[in-house]
């Protein structure tokens, strides 16, 4: 780079050259600059510097968790641990399969344990799954664990359109020996194949502690379906899970619907391998991911300066029976509650259901009809062929099982 000479005469000597950053003006104008330099270097540090805090203030301290249950089906499917849940009214989901005890439905093979539906007139006959007024009594035969009569009972009434549940599968829960507040659950799974196929891990509160569903919460750490996908944007399908958290005042005041989101794999589905589905919830958050945190479904931060019920704007809901109630008024932890008690953790395959309405226009049953299993029997050669002959490809295969406590 050149430097500008100037003619600058001193007293007595002839003019000479010298450098114009030397002269009164130059240096003047130098000064400047530095000042303007200096000031920019400053200004760029002070917001390294801010983006550098912010991102230390947002880690959190990792949790000390203790481990309460790690059960990788070594010793086969341990009762002390797990509760199978049998009943027939499908759980308020309008899913068509009977949950049972049977070891056709929840076995474990090879140190993994299958969750496997089958078809119901496979285990009962088919002269008695298709006899009109045949009827099935969970209560009488002492296996259902419903209080409910109505949820124990399955019947053939041709009159109003009526069947025995078509499907038989399995619904496993620690409920009786497993729950946490605060901690972590991983579950390394791979999912089922075969249309209409429900799978989930998902989470309870142990005890309605703020009343009935979703006042009380529930955690699904993971949702999918057995179907091909038709696009690579098929939520219902098994190139997609689903991870959602819900909490409300009432079913039609329910949160969830804001707080889901889903994760897909455009090759290798996910019945195609085992993966790690995994909840960390602490008082701050709750986050779901598959395999490690970059693979992030879903994450939740809890408010920090309003409680729950205002943060969903539950006060705002206009319904014709009334205001809706806050729940959580009496909770210790307003801005986590429901979120702040014991859940035990669930595994399922479930068949059909409100999970596939709305979001299908190929569904093999009418979701307003009053029998919709019927409809959905009644189309068996459109989806039992999607099945597969092997109950271990047709089931969830879960390899192993854990859950921490925040201690």
């Known amino acids: 780079m050149s430097q500008t000479l100037v003619n600058v005469k001193a007293a007595g000597d002839d003019a000479r050259p010298v450098l114009w950053t030397n002269t009164k003006r130059g240096k003047r104008i130098h ?44 010793r086969g499917l341990d009762p002390s641990v797990w509760t199978r849940e049998v009943q027939t009214s499908g759980y308020g989901t309008g899913q068509f399969d009977w949950t049972t005890d ?34 099935i009594d969970l209560g009488q035969l002492g296996t259902c664990t419903s209080p409910s009569t109505a949820n124990c009972i399955a019947a053939n009434n041709a009159t109003v359109g009526q069947i025995i549940n078509p499907v038989q599968s399995a619904r496993l829960t620690t409920r009786a020996s497993h729950s946490i507040t605060f901690g972590k659950v991983s579950v390394r799974a791979k999912l089922p194949t075969g249309d209409w196929l429900w799978p989930a891990i998902w989470m309870m509160p142990r005890e309605e502690t703020y009343g009935g569903w979703p006042a009380s919460g529930e955690i699904d750490i993971m949702e999918s379906a057995g179907n091909r996908p038709r696009h690579r944007m098929d ?99 307003p801005n986590v509650a429901p979120f702040d008690q014991p859940f035990y953790l669930i595994l399922d395959v479930a068949v059909g259901g409100q999970f596939f309405n709305g979001d299908r226009s190929d569904l093999p049953w009418n979701p307003s009809s009053p029998q919709p299993a019927a409809l959905f029997w009644r189309n068996v050669d459109l989806w039992y062929p999607t099945w597969p002959a092997s109950h271990t490809d047709r089931g969830m295969a879960i390899d192993r099982v854990r859950m921490w406590q925040k201690c």
């Open 31 to 74: 000064r400047r600059n530095s000042q303007i330099f200096y000031f920019g270097v400053c200004l760029g540090l002070a917001a390294v510097v801010g983006i550098v805090l912010d991102g230390v203030l947002r880690i959190e301290r990792s949790d000390k968790l203790c481990l309460v249950l790690d059960d990788d089906f070594s």
């Open 102 to 135: 049977s070891d056709n439905n929840a076995f474990v093979r090879d140190d993994k344990l299958y969750i496997v539906p089958t078809l119901t007139n496979e285990s009962i006959g088919a002269a008695s799954f298709e006899r009109e007024g045949h009827t």
């Open 235 to 333: 939520s219902r399908s098994r190139a997609t899970v689903l991870s959602t958290f819900q909490f409300g005042p009432a079913w039609y005041a329910n949160a969830g619907e804001r707080h889901t989101a889903s994760r897909s794999r455009w090759r290798g589905y996910f019945d195609s391998g085992f993966h790690d589905y995994v909840l960390e919830w602490n008082e701050h958050r709750m986050r779901v991911y598959i395999d490690n945190p970059n693979n992030l479904v879903k994450e939740f931060r809890f408010p920090k300066k309003q409680s729950m019920w205002h943060y969903g704007r539950f006060n705002e809901y206009d319904h014709p029976d009334g205001p809706l109630r806050n729940p959580w008024i009496r909770s210790t932890r």
